[in-house]
């Protein structure tokens, strides 16, 4: 009987509980004996491993987070790091390797793969910032908290007539920004891809005042150039001239933390099964996500050189919208 493991690692996402349950139940179906990695790589450095039955993934695909625990794990970045990694799954004779996780881990899965582990990745990250999947696992979760979020400030900006700054995560990838900015209905955008100065949102705003708006809602993804922080001391500066009441929310941790969505629990549900077939058919050295509605493989190593495309005319459909 073949052993495999699974582990999740950097940003925790809504969905992750519910690829480990399918990859343990999955595996178990096709004979595999499963094993879960605690805390990431640095769980896999330290040999921190831990046999897993359907029973001990009950109860866990409705849940967020993951039941694994993760890691930012800077040792793994070095030769040591990733060698005792290989060693400690040697040691224990598991010859198959499931990485849960965003950009980072998939590089990580890469370097463990060109040292000869038969590792699938699962893209699962809330940023959706890597090519190969349409949509990673969590994103969409991430998505419906911010709308929820912006949903309740654009009730209180109309109320008091004011601009509600509202900084969403995402990384280096504006898709939660902009995403939530379109759904959200708002006024101005800001994504590190197609950056916008301060005193373009300013006009942006107060031109959306001058058709007859009487409140406004700037999404900014955090990893724009000019971030809330940036936005809020230019509006302070200028706040005798532009004559906006504003206020800043920042989302930061909260968009992580949600319930899965039915679309991750299903996507999590098809590529954890996937991942622990394709290990079983001796694929590996691949991605698996989601491409136009179905589980996809790619190659992992141009994806982790690869930064997510974006969309110009998402941004263009939005400035349409907010009129
Ligand atoms: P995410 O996977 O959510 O993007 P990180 O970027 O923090 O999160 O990556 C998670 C972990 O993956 C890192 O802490 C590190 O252990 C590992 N990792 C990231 N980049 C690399 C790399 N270039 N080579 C090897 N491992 C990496
Ligand atoms: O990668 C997921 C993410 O939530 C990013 O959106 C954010 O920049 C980062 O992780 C925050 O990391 P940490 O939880 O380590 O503060």
């Keep these: ?25 999955g595996g178990i179906a096709l004979g595999i004996e499963m094993f879960g990695v605690r805390h990431g790589y640095s769980g896999l450095i330290a040999g921190d491993f831990v046999p897993l ?14 039941m694994l625990g993760t890691s930012r794990c800077p040792a793994f970045l070095t030769d040591e790091g990733q060698e005792s990694a290989v060693r400690q799954l040697l040691q224990r004779d598991i010859s198959g390797l499931i990485v849960i996780g965003g950009n980072g881990s998939q590089t990580g899965a890469l370097a463990l793969s060109r040292r000869g582990v038969a590792v699938v990745g699962i893209a699962s990250t809330i940023d959706n910032d890597l090519v190969g999947s349409d949509i990673t696992l969590g994103a969409t979760t991430a998505l419906g908290i911010a709308l929820e979020a912006i949903d309740r400030l654009r009730v209180t900006a109309s109320a008091h007539g004011r601009v509600f700054l509202v900084e969403v995560m995402g990384r280096t990838c504006g898709y939660l920004a902009l995403m939530a900015g379109i759904a959200g209905g708002a006024e101005a955008i ?25 409140h406004a809602i700037i999404v900014v993804a955090e990893g724009a150039r ?21 206020r800043v929310t920042k989302l930061g941790h909260v968009q992580r933390g949600g319930v899965p969505c039915p679309f991750d629990r299903l996507s999590a549900s098809l ?30 190593a141009p994806i982790c050189r690869s930064p997510k495309p974006h969309a110009p005319h998402w941004l263009e459909l939005a400035r349409i919208l907010a009129r």
Excluded: C, W
């Design 1 to 25: 009987m073949s052993r495999v493991a699974v582990l999740t690692s950097g940003g925790d996402a809504p969905g992750m509980n519910a690829a480990i349950r399918a990859a343990v139940r």
């Design 53 to 66: 039955g359907p029973r001990d993934v009950g109860g866990i695909i409705e849940v967020g987070g993951t």
């Design 190 to 214: 800001l994504i590190p891809e197609a950056e916008q100065s301060p005193e373009q949102v300013a006009a942006a705003i107060k031109d959306a005042y001058q058709r007859g708006k009487s």
């Design 226 to 246: 000019y971030d809330a922080d940036a936005l809020a001391d230019y509006f302070t500066e200028h706040a005798q001239r532009l004559r906006f009441e504003l």
């Design 271 to 300: 590529l954890g099964a996937a991942a622990v077939e394709r290990i079983q058919a001796g694929q590996h050295g691949i991605l698996l996500g989601i491409v136009g509605g179905e589980v996809a493989a790619q190659p992992l």
